[in-house]
DNA sequence: TGTATTTTAGAACGTACGATCTAGAATATC
DNA sequence: GATATTCTAGATCGTACGTTCTAAAATACA
């Protein structure tokens, strides 16, 4: 065997995920990549392969440590409906306090890269299928227990969280102020709250 | 005064319109334009500008030939839930049966302009203002005839509705099966047939 | 310690980009 | 018909792209 590699790769991965997040995919160059790597063009190509692949590292590296963190944090430790809220009060207060306008890598990528590339948009497709589970689970634990109503099937709802999350990103990309995006995330709360079919209200 | 322009101004904007849209504004380079305008770079630059100004009156021409156009065969001419019934369903049609996945150029550029350019972030940003807008006039006279429910503000269904067709257009771009898009609307729609408040149902 | 192997840095490859320039062709006004 | 103006085509500008190459530095195993 030989040399060992001198930098971190971990480390790198996460700047290049930092990179292709905040200016998409093509717009990102392989010097810049490089640069905020802390590494030179000719590691990056022998760490990595090519740009794209890089980039698929790098998105898989986002979905594991931002979606996929956030679902294991929120899901196990609370209450369904609560967990829900929790995810979208989350995804809203990081947009709103981002200067940049990054929005999510995946929504950006689905965009972006998915539809001329056909492995990522089925990468991307199953991510989006992650998310749509999670809430699935949410709701149909929330109508069991009963903090989330049952007017309306458990994957219907799901779907329109799905839809108020992909709109939040879109949105959080041209308009990230609070009245904004919480204008669309809480009549889609409000929604799970609506009165059960049982008892008549008024 | 001089010699006349040689070509037509307006379907060498459409030709632009179709580059933009299927490319995005980064990937569509000015050779491109050239050629699929029929005319020459120094012809662009002279009639048009530059880039940016030519996409910009490319999105202009986009919004009011796409979005204005659909808004106003549907609104005056159908009952309002018909009319956003209408509207959807013309765009998961054209959706599905877009083998380019051109989604629509407003959300893209949303995502892909918007960020940082101020400018066209205003512009983006009035005309989701007008979407939002004629999603709230139909809800509002649906209510008033009866054929929409008023288990929620107008205001709130048309955010619902405005949310549902961003995460449309992104879930055009990386998955556009019928059954895929139809799972997204169908549940929004259904949120307008909810029962009223008054009688109970069950 | 010697050698094979993989790292590193940075120059270099060919290509494409947005934009401009140089001519020459064409036309509305005088 | 002369002239001024705007059009056309295509070469050309400088820059940046993704990728590869060259050579030197560094280390695990014999």
Redesign the pocket.
């Known amino acids: 065997?030989?040399?060992?590699?001198?930098?971190d790769e971990d480390a790198a991965l996460s700047a290049a995920m930092r990179c292709f997040w905040s200016r998409g995919y093509?717009a990102?160059?392989?010097?810049?990549?490089?640069r905020h790597m802390g590494?030179?063009?000719?590691?990056?190509?022998?760490?990595f392969g090519?740009?794209?692949a890089l980039f698929r590292r790098a998105l898989d590296h986002y979905v594991a440590g931002t979606l996929g963190d956030r679902i294991a944090r929120f899901e196990p430790s609370l209450p369904p409906r609560a967990a829900i809220g929790a995810f979208f009060d989350e995804v809203v207060r990081l947009s709103v306090n981002d200067p940049d306008r990054k929005g999510c890598l995946l929504i950006n990528s689905a965009l972006e890269v998915a539809p001329h590339d056909s492995e990522f948009a089925q990468v991307i497709s199953g991510v989006l299928g992650q998310l749509e589970g999670f809430f699935q689970r949410c709701v149909a634990a929330g109508q069991r227990d009963g903090s989330i109503t049952d007017a309306q099937p458990a994957g219907d709802l799901a779907r329109l969280l799905l839809a108020t999350l992909m709109s939040l990103r879109v949105m959080a990309r041209t308009r990230p102020e609070p009245a904004m995006l919480e204008g669309l995330v809480r009549p889609a709360l409000a929604l799970l709250d609506s009165p059960r079919l049982s008892p008549a209200v008024a």
């Open positions: 065997m030989a040399r060992p590699r001198e930098f093509e990102t160059s392989v010097r810049d990549l490089a590494i030179t063009g000719a590691s990056l190509y022998n760490a090519d740009k794209r």
